[in-house]
């Protein structure tokens, strides 16, 4: 492990030392960020620095009279950027033909309004984009650059009481507005400080050229994501985060075409499935352990396992480590958060059709824009069909999703989300292989991997609806309240037959069954948050006091089941009759949480930020068996604090350290009669993560996380089968590294590597030093893709993948394993105007692989070679 970490520690200095070039050896280029809904701001010239200012746009013409005979070709605008400056803000229209812009200015109230008749906002790849900026500045509403119609760029900058004053300049970087603020304009010279006088520093900006927060309102391109609020619910910096935080924007979904969440977290280190790819829910250790806390939009979701379908996905954070602080019990391993999407304050419609292998098709609609003149109502409509079949026998599945978003401006520090969607799933379960036929020799031979245990008659449809809201309210500049509801509904109704043994002439498989079984979950969240910043002295503080009501109900309403024909693996005969029901069951539980926190984002230094927090947890679980009629309850308290510190030598690296636990409450009794403690994990984790020109984000992670009070089978003397007691202990050590962004201007990377020693510690069973299951020891990812820039080919691209998971333990007892793998695949598309063509290929060499294990009669076979066709328009 020592030499890992010295080759990991070389790499990443290589890679530091090869794109921290000077710029006149890398120029740096920077482009809308995708999900982070910013602009990134490079570093320019000052208004103050430039020549050739005029004070109105009539001015500006006549210093450059001679442009306006030029001819009126559209000219295109790479990108905006924007800048604070001592008098304002500096917004810049970056085009390298600035002298062919034709400039019609025009004033209506508070309104400056210029319109450049020549002009289109559109990335190199040919995508548009709209820039808003709200509030950038004191005594300044809004800045819009936007396309007005298919030749021209409307720049619109909103005064809050008067008209501002802007300033038009000419730049080797494009066209320059510089805009100063009424207040800053009327303001009296200040006298000059004393030597001895030191001003106390002013809130809200701790640094005067600090970037401005802006809000992109068009669908962005990008693999690397600046900000995330997963681990911290306030929209930070991942650089300023001490933890290992992933984010899959939605360009890597969409260049990848994933369809299934065992697709897009192969991107995620240190995350394994657990079941197959075409299972209604999903499950997946993380770092060795198993059952990842989900979130949806930051809200605890355990309705989230039953995710199938990604149209109205944004991106997806996965925040690996403990994150009860925050979100109260779940996984040590790690949180996964959906980010759904949300509302454009101009239209953006898309529709898109994907056919491909074993009779795939699929469309979707995404439709989004305001629903007023004034753009203070805006929605997103997204709508999905999918209906599929597979290389398993007889599979089929369809699923269907409609997600409706509005938002509300109720003025300028009040918004107001409402969100729903429903899922409707429906698919015949697979439940795998044995390992012996499979990843064991089978003196019968190979077990065909085509093969379906379950009847042909079986079946699973999984309806999920979610209803929420996000009220957001902005008290001032340094204070605001946060309070978000949702409450989801899964309703899963099941029959089939499930593997219960193999018998000892390897070929022959027991079999059980279960009909009309029924479980609905229902999940309540409410959420409030205050977040504030101030100072105390030179200190600077963003502080977060949050709390947190949940309410879990799993009914199992209805269900009977006993034992179904057994079946030969190498001969199938489906359709046999299964014996009388043997049992029938009707259960509940409840489980109610309350939840609260406080974090201490403080910055002692621009280079030196801590972070500390800590929750407390109190939660009841009910349980029930209707049949029996008996109740069972249960409370546990649980204490999780954080704390991170982050040093910065450099303005790109940050060096970092973490402390964190997590509990999950069990329930039950030892046979003292003492009821189970939660478990806790805990996690050190310390690394490297380096921001790159602006374009390229890398983490070095090395953690020891230890998950402790595990129930395992209690052996002492005199105490019957069946029992437990909680003196297990397992613990997993490993590094990662984790590198997204673009090397250059098109060719772009996503890419991941994962060292996992994951064992037993304690347990009074013979698996001390045992690997855990289904985790690999290696496991690389690599996805890359270059766009033609310019020229007769501008717009096609092509993407390429490699998958590499290292062999894994098949159970915890380490009886045998599941050997390793390599897959690859590819992607070849076409950008023209509105339209995108895109072809993939998965598998691409048709390796014979298995994704996932669960046990020796649980081996899920990987998905062969597929190719899969899509196309997109956007108007």
Avoid: C
């Avoid at 997963?230 to 924007?249: E, F, G, W």
């Avoid at 029996?628 to 940050?654: H, K, L, M």
């Avoid at 996805?783 to 820039?789: D, F, G, K, L, R």
Wanted: hydrophobic content about 35%.
């Amino acid at each position: 492990m020592l030499k890992l970490w010295r080759r990991s520690v070389s790499f990443l200095v290589g890679v530091v030392s090869v794109f921290s070039v000077p710029p006149t050896l890398a120029e740096v280029v920077n482009q809308v960020s995708t999900a982070s809904n910013e602009l990134p701001i490079a570093t320019i010239r000052r208004v103050h620095d430039l020549q050739r200012p005029a004070m109105t746009v009539k001015e500006w013409l006549s210093q450059s009279g001679s442009r306006n005979n030029q001819p009126a070709e559209i000219v295109q605008v790479t990108g905006v950027k924007a800048n604070p400056t001592n008098k304002g803000v500096e917004v810049i229209l970056q085009t390298s033909l600035g002298q062919q812009l034709q400039l019609v200015n025009r004033s209506t109230g508070n309104n400056f309004i210029v319109d450049i008749p020549n002009a289109q906002l559109r990335l190199p790849n040919g995508k548009s984009y709209t820039f808003r900026s709200d509030k950038p500045i004191a005594d300044l509403r809004e800045i819009t650059v936007t396309n007005i119609d298919a030749k021209t760029v409307r720049v619109t900058v909103v005064g809050e009481k008067a008209l501002p004053t802007v300033e038009l300049f000419d730049d080797n970087v494009g066209l320059v507005f510089g805009i100063t603020s009424t207040a800053t304009a009327t303001q009296p010279p200040q006298q000059p400080q004393t030597p001895q006088a030191e001003e106390k520093p002013a809130l809200p900006a701790p640094q005067q050229d600090e970037p401005i927060e802006l809000v992109v309102t068009g669908e962005q391109d990008g693999y690397r994501v600046p900000n995330t609020s997963a681990a911290t619910r306030t929209d930070t910096p991942l650089r300023d985060i001490p933890q290992s935080i992933q984010v899959i924007p939605q360009q890597v979904l969409k260049d990848q075409q994933v369809n299934t969440v065992n697709e897009a977290l192969r991107n995620i280190t240190g995350v394994s499935p657990t079941q197959q790819s075409d299972r209604n829910n999903f499950d997946f250790t993380v770092r060795g352990f198993s059952s990842a806390t989900t979130l949806r939009n930051g809200l605890p979701d355990p309705s989230g396992s039953n995710s199938s379908e990604f149209s109205n996905l944004e991106r997806i954070e996965f925040l690996s480590g403990p994150a009860s602080v925050l979100f109260g019990q779940g996984s040590p391993g790690g949180t996964i958060n959906f980010i759904t999407k949300q509302p454009l304050r101009d239209p953006f419609y898309t529709i898109e059709a994907t056919v491909g292998s074993y009779d795939f098709y699929r469309g979707a609609v995404d439709l989004s824009g305001p629903l007023n003149d004034e753009k203070t109502v805006s929605y997103r409509f997204n709508a999905s069909y999918l209906d599929k079949q597979g290389f398993t026998d007889f599979f089929n599945k369809r699923v269907f999703l409609i997600a409706p978003v509005i938002r509300w401006d109720i003025n300028k520090k009040t918004n107001l989300t409402l969100e729903a969607d429903y899922t409707d799933a429906k698919s015949l379960p697979l439940y795998g292989l044995p390992a012996f036929g499979t990843v064991l020799p089978n003196p019968n031979g190979e077990i065909p991997r085509n093969r379906n245990i379950n009847e042909p008659d079986a079946y699973q449809e999984t309806r999920t609806a979610r209803v929420g809201y996000r009220l957001e309210h902005q008290f001032s500049d340094n204070w605001s309240f946060r309070n978000a509801f949702q409450v989801g509904f899964v309703r899963d109704d099941a029959q089939g037959a499930s593997a219960s043994g193999l018998e000892s002439d390897n070929q022959t498989l027991d079999r059980g069954y279960g009909i009309n079984n029924k479980y609905y979950y229902n999940a309540y969240n409410l959420t409030t948050d205050i977040i504030g910043k101030f100072l105390t002295g030179s200190i600077q503080h963003q502080l977060l006091v949050g709390v947190d009501l949940s309410r879990f109900d799993v009914i199992r309403q209805s269900g009977a089941g006993g034992t179904a024909s057994s079946l030969n693996l190498y001969n199938p005969v489906y359709g046999l009759p299964f014996s009388p029901v043997e049992f029938e069951y009707s259960a509940d539980s409840v489980s109610d949480t309350l939840g609260v926190y406080v974090q201490d984002q403080v910055t002692l230094a621009p280079s030196l930020k801590l972070l500390l927090g800590g929750r407390f947890d109190t939660s009841t679980s009910t349980n029930r068996d209707q049949l029996a009629n008996t109740e069972s309850s249960q409370s546990d308290d649980a204490f999780s604090p954080r704390f991170g510190i982050v040093y910065q030598p450099i303005p790109p690296i940050s060096l970092y350290a973490s402390y964190s636990r997590s509990f999950t409450p069990v329930g039950g009794t030892d046979f003292d009669g003492n009821l189970f403690q939660p478990e806790r994990g805990t996690q050190y984790e310390d690394g490297v993560k380096a921001d790159l020109n602006d374009r390229l984000s890398v983490t070095l992670a090395f953690y020891d996380l230890t998950r402790t009070n595990i129930s395992t089978e209690d052996t002492r003397p005199g105490v019957p089968p069946g029992q437990f007691i909680q003196i297990g202990e397992q613990r997993s050590r490993g590094i990662e590294l984790n590198m997204a962004g673009e090397i250059l201007p098109g060719w772009n990377i996503y890419a991941g590597y994962a060292y996992t020693d994951a064992r037993v510690t304690e347990d009074n069973t013979p698996t001390v030093g045992n690997q855990l299951y289904n985790t690999p020891e290696n496991a690389f990812n690599l996805w890359t893709s270059y766009e033609i820039q310019k020229g007769s080919l501008q717009g096609l691209g092509f993407g390429v993948g490699f998958f590499f998971v290292g062999d894994r333990q098949g159970d915890l007892e380490n009886t045998f394993k599941v050997p390793s793998y390599v897959t690859n695949d590819a992607a070849i598309f076409y950008k023209r105007g509105q339209l995108r063509t895109q072809i993939n290929f998965k598998n691409l060499f048709n390796v014979d692989y298995f994704e996932a294990v669960r046990d020796d009669l649980r081996v899920f076979p990987g998905q062969p070679f597929t190719v899969q066709g899509t196309i997109s328009w956007e108007f």
